[in-house]
């Protein structure tokens, strides 16, 4: 059935109409201030200054010599190495408990999933409590069981652990959900095959499971890559960058030197740097976990 010229232009006209908001407002608060900062990253611009002076490339060949973004940008890498692989494996152990739809199970995937709905600067707020070395939770612990106390947020090696673990914590719940429509995604007839060729639990996860939960792992590893990469509220409520700058992680830099220091050029110049990096990490993990399985 054909339907007249101009009702097919309505329907054109009409999509546009709905699709209009939101590309205003990807084009006002989105492009556009990305454009400008990309602009502004070749300039010297300071935000008390009205003038700014274009000086090129020069942003770009400081901070690839400035030893302390560099090691901003190793301790973001160090966020990501240590939290992708253990916040992945615990998000799937707790999906593989909760995925088989019960009573029990519906109360544990609340449970599990009741830190993702709580802000991020309450559960910093919460974990710097915890953490803390005269009255925290865990230092109370310590000292019932005659151990001595900690100071996980003043020593240089333990404070990003704490961020580690709070991160974890906050995200872990929303990734479980992921990997529990993953699991249910998965045909049972498959597995009711492998019960009749006599395959062990082992064997359907290790043959089974994994191997179609690829696509979803695939996501689930990029966008923690990019969160990881890009951790800051909790480095800013929990340590300010410290002890030492050993908390300092690329994107608490570039708040530092754009609105502390009121570099702005310097800071839109190392934005757009770990924007090429992450850009180019998610290629490369796109290319890597690329799955061809289908059911």
Do not use: C
């Not at 010297?44 to 942003?59: A, H, K, M, R, V």
């Not at 580690?164 to 699991?183: D, E, N, P, Q, T």
């Not at 929990?238 to 570099?263: H, N």
């Amino acid at each position: 059935m054909k339907f007249p010229v101009s009702f097919s232009r309505q329907e054109e006209r009409a999509a546009y109409l709905f699709i209009l908001p939101a590309v205003i407002s990807l084009a006002l608060f989105t492009f556009y201030p990305m454009i400008n900062a990309f602009i502004i990253s070749f300039k010297e611009y300071s935000l008390i200054n009205p003038d700014s002076t274009f000086i090129g490339l020069t942003n770009y060949k400081d901070l690839l010599a400035d030893p302390k973004f560099i090691s901003s940008l190793v301790h973001s890498f160090h966020f990501a190495l240590v939290v992708i692989p253990v916040q992945t494996i615990i998000a799937l152990v707790m999906a593989l408990l909760v995925y088989k739809s019960s009573l029990v199970s519906g109360l544990f995937r609340t449970a599990y999933f009741m830190p993702v709905v709580i802000a991020m600067g309450v559960a910093s707020t919460l974990f710097k409590l915890i953490y803390n070395k005269d009255f925290g939770l865990l230092n109370s612990l310590l000292h019932s069981v005659g151990l001595p106390q900690v100071a996980f947020l003043s020593d240089t090696k333990l404070a990003m652990y704490g961020i580690m673990l709070l991160a974890m914590w906050k995200s872990a719940g929303f990734f479980m959900i992921v990997f529990v429509a993953g699991l249910n995604s998965i045909p049972s007839d498959l597995y009711e095959a492998a019960e009749v060729d006599g395959a062990t639990r082992l064997q359907k996860f290790f043959k089974i499971t994994l191997p179609l939960l690829k696509r979803t792992m695939t996501f689930i590893i990029i966008i923690t890559t990019m969160d990881a990469i890009k951790i800051s509220g909790p480095v800013f409520i929990l340590t300010a960058g410290g002890p030492a700058d050993s908390t300092t992680t690329s994107v608490y830099f570039i708040y530092k030197m754009a609105f502390q220091q009121m570099e702005m050029g310097y800071g839109s110049a190392a934005a757009f740097i770990l924007f090429v990096i992450v850009m180019f990490i998610s290629i490369i993990q796109l290319r890597l976990l690329k799955s061809d399985v289908e059911y």
